[in-house]
């Protein structure tokens, strides 16, 4: 029976690529989104995809909404936090609304949707969790406190829910990615994306499918082994 896969922000940019690749991997996918109806019905028709529109930071919004996902399609096997925002600025114009805002929708989220997967995955003893974190959390980046706190957070996050799930059958990962090419990328004005590819050692910004391609591994059965990690996929930009 095929496994039911869960998709936060999974209609456009590396969501939607993450969504795809599931897809064609054999999961029954379901991508929720926050805004666009017209962006989602577009992505679901083209894709057959399965489409929930729901505020990841709300945590009843959440659970409702997983609750119908699994009525309908099964229970949640794979679960990726994709969703993410940011509000730009330095620490000293930075507003308590813009602070608390990607917080709560980058790591908030996460809380809201593992609390309710959780105790089904553990009812099962089988669960994979994929946070997708950033760059921007491993190394910082300037006038993005807010976000690289939240992107750090959620890497501690992920290796003490994977030590708490571990003998359960279920893991817990995280990929950070660096540049990759998506609208939000292509709207940089080109003298800046210049200076930001230039950064890369490999030379380019890398493609969603690059990253959606390490969701699926970590996604399978096979990479039972593999928890509390979190993968880098940046091209070079930063090692450590």
Not at 23 to 34: F, L, Q, T
Not at 47 to 61: C, H, L, P
Not at 138 to 147: D, L, S, T, W
Request: hydrophobic letters at 40%; charged letters at 20%; glycine letters at 10%.
């Amino acid at each position: 029976m095929a496994k039911v896969a869960l998709v936060t922000g999974g209609i456009r940019g590396i969501g939607e690529a993450i969504s795809i690749a599931l897809r064609d991997a054999g999961y029954i996918v379901a991508a929720n989104y926050s805004s666009s109806d017209e962006r989602a019905r577009e992505f679901s028709e083209r894709t057959g995809i399965a489409i929930y529109k729901f505020d990841v930071s709300d945590f009843n919004e959440v659970a409702e909404n997983i609750a119908s996902i699994v009525e309908t399609l099964g229970p949640i096997d794979v679960l990726v936090n994709n969703a993410g925002i940011t509000r730009d600025t330095t620490m000293h114009k930075m507003t308590p609304e813009q602070w608390h805002a990607v917080i709560n929708t980058d790591l908030g989220a996460c809380f809201n949707t593992c609390r309710n997967v959780i105790e089904s995955m553990r009812a099962r003893k089988y669960g994979r969790i994929i946070n997708i974190g950033s760059l921007n959390g491993q190394a910082g980046e300037y006038g993005q406190v807010n976000y690289a706190a939240a992107k750090s957070g959620i890497h501690g996050f992920n290796k003490a829910l994977a030590l708490e799930s571990a003998k359960l059958g279920i893991t817990v990962n995280a990929i950070a990615p660096g540049i990759i090419d998506t609208d939000m990328l292509r709207a940089v004005p080109e003298n800046i994306l210049e200076k930001l590819v230039a950064k890369v050692p490999v030379g380019r910004p890398g493609k969603p499918e690059e990253i959606a391609r390490a969701v699926v591994f970590l996604a399978a059965e096979e990479a039972s082994f593999i928890t509390g990690c979190t993968l880098s996929i940046n091209g070079g930009q930063h090692m450590y």
